[in-house]
Each structure stands twice: as structure tokens, then as C-alpha cells.
């Protein structure tokens, strides 16, 4: 058998029985001003591993994850990498605004987490409060602005 045939084999094999076939989120762009910064806070703050760091300037290629979910990448990325001047100028200016979508994260320990965050230095939005739909929740802003929502607990 070819790689070709593995592959239409596995294709096969994973369709559901209503002959679609699974979709999973890969990677999840995170737009940040400084790599160096933001690979702080994500590595060192939150814990994520670093997957790739990859090439220099314009051209670095930086990706993290965590264990609980291993085909899951987060991209960070600068507002121009990739994109024309127009572009990158618009995704800086809301970058710098902080009005880029919230990314949210879930832990088993809310506590323990929001304190080593702290501990970085990370802007502090929200202390640990319980939410009516579920969940124990804070808020930080990273080094580039975003807003990083750390929970714990099941939305009901």
C-alpha cells in the first residue's frame, strides 16, 4: 500500500456514520506586539509549552501549546506578518486599543494559576469570582494587551 492509499484509508475510517469526517481546531492565532514578551508570558505565566520558535524578524515562526490538548497550537503573531501594511496597520491599532476577541483558557486550579500570573507582573483584570453560569473565573491583560480569561469549572 502507498501513503496515498494510508491516507484514504484513515479518511475512511474516521468519517462518521453520517459520512462527514471529524474537524478539529489546529491553531489559534494570537496577535501580540513583542514575540519576546508575549513567549514570556504564555511559556512562563501560563505554563504553555513552546512547540516551535522558528527563523528571526519578520519571518519567526512561534507556536505553544499545552499537554491536556496536544493538536491544539497557538500562533503568536505580529499584525503585519503575513499581511499587507493596510491590513497589519488595522490589526495593530485595534491590538493597541485591546479590543482584539478575549482569549480563554480553562484550568483545574484557578487559584494557583491566577497567583503565578500575578506573580509575572500580568495585568490584573479580575480577581477569581464565581459566575451565575458556572464557572470561577479572572481576567489579565497579556504584554501586548489582550484580555486572557482563566476559568475553572463548567458553564452551565
Not at 93 to 115: A, H, Q, W, Y
Amino acid at each position: 500500500m502507498n501513503i496515498k492509499q494510508d491516507i484514504a484509508q484513515d479518511i475512511e475510517q474516521d468519517k462518521a456514520a453520517d459520512g462527514t469526517c471529524p474537524v478539529a481546531l489546529q491553531y489559534c492565532h494570537i496577535t501580540v506586539s513583542d514575540w519576546d514578551e508575549s513567549l514570556a508570558f504564555y511559556r512562563d505565566a501560563l505554563g504553555l509549552e513552546v512547540h516551535n520558535d522558528i527563523g528571526s524578524g519578520a519571518a519567526r515562526w512561534v507556536t505553544l501549546g499545552g499537554t491536556n490538548q496536544p493538536g491544539l497550537e497557538f500562533v503568536l503573531s505580529l499584525p503585519h506578518a503575513g499581511r499587507t501594511e493596510a491590513d497589519g496597520d488595522a490589526l495593530q491599532d485595534l491590538l493597541s486599543r485591546g479590543v482584539l476577541p478575549m482569549i480563554v483558557f480553562s484550568t483545574d486550579d484557578l487559584d494557583t494559576t491566577f497567583e503565578r500570573v500575578r506573580a509575572s507582573g500580568a495585568e490584573v483584570l479580575q480577581e477569581p469570582i464565581e459566575r451565575p453560569w458556572g464557572p470561577r473565573d479572572s481576567a489579565f491583560r497579556d504584554p501586548s494587551g489582550n484580555t486572557v480569561r482563566i476559568q475553572q469549572g463548567a458553564v452551565r
